[in-house]
């Protein structure tokens, strides 16, 4: 008739230890207002319009590097234009093969870069200017020039070097690539998986660097004014810093004080309750 009191002893003990636990766990989560989390927080009514930043379109520099492919009805002649290509490399390697004491090439360069000059050097074209151009004109400038070989040429030209920076308090901190060379702020962030419940919406930093200066420019999320911002819509190389609250730093001086505490009461009750 013993057993009934050891069980429900321990039973009680194991209770205590689970409810501490829960106990200490919810201390050392910190309280963040809902209000805080919330964007936009100053929308106008339904149908009311709100101006916006003109959007964005941006030129090719020094130091950037162009993918640029060109095709045609006549896949042979086209790959003299891309001497990367997979049908030019195969002919290359092709011709090697029937060549005594030939050797497989390195991999080649993925796109051209932009020399300090501005111009680029394209295989049968020669040396092409395209500082200061768009995408889409260095595009129609290619595709006039190879008009004299080619029937019908088609020109892509994208930019690789449109990389952009997200990092601090959000999900998944990460440079990122932007493949159709337009990117707003809210876009990035949601790339990076959002801001955590941490971080602060009324003051993220756009750092950007052009022409060799160095701007801050910090945008408050929680207010509509922020699609008025020039920072709305991100240059090549910004960098987008989320700093972490008030609510952060309280939780970490949380977590230094209560957690031996609870880790020194567990095991208090642990020894009391491997006795019985």
Do not use: W
Request: glycine fraction near 6%; proline fraction near 6%; charge should be neutral.
């Amino acid at each position: 008739m013993q057993v009934r009191p050891t069980i429900s002893k321990r039973m009680f003990f194991l209770t205590a230890m689970l409810g501490l636990l829960i106990l200490g766990c919810q201390s050392l989560t910190s309280c963040v207002s809902t209000r805080e989390l919330v964007y936009f927080q100053d929308t106008p009514g339904e149908g009311e319009k709100s101006a916006v930043a003109s959007k964005y379109i941006p030129t090719v520099q020094a130091g950037d590097v162009l993918s640029i492919q060109i095709s045609s009805l006549n896949p042979e002649a086209s790959s003299f234009f891309n001497p990367y290509s997979t049908v030019a490399l195969a002919a290359e390697r092709g011709n090697q093969m029937n060549t005594p004491g030939s050797t497989t090439p390195l991999p080649p360069s993925t796109g051209y870069l932009v020399d300090g000059a501005g111009d680029i050097e394209l295989p049968v074209i020669g040396k092409l200017h395209v500082k200061d151009q768009t995408t889409s004109q260095v595009k129609d400038v290619i595709r006039d020039k190879v008009k004299d070989y080619l029937k019908e040429p088609t020109v892509n030209v994208r930019n690789l070097n449109f990389r952009i920076s997200v990092m601090g308090e959000v999900m998944r901190p990460a440079l990122f690539t932007i493949p159709n060379e337009q990117i707003t702020l809210l876009e990035a962030l949601s790339l990076s998986g959002d801001i955590s419940i941490y971080g602060r919406r009324d003051n993220v930093l756009v750092i950007r660097e052009e022409n060799g200066q160095r701007t801050f420019a910090r945008l408050d999320l929680t207010k509509r004014d922020v699609f008025k911002s020039p920072y709305y819509y991100l240059h090549p190389n910004d960098v987008v810093y989320v700093e972490p609250g008030k609510a952060k730093a309280a939780t970490a001086d949380r977590t230094n004080q209560l957690l031996p505490i609870v880790l020194s009461a567990l095991s208090f009750l642990a020894i009391i309750a491997s006795r019985f």
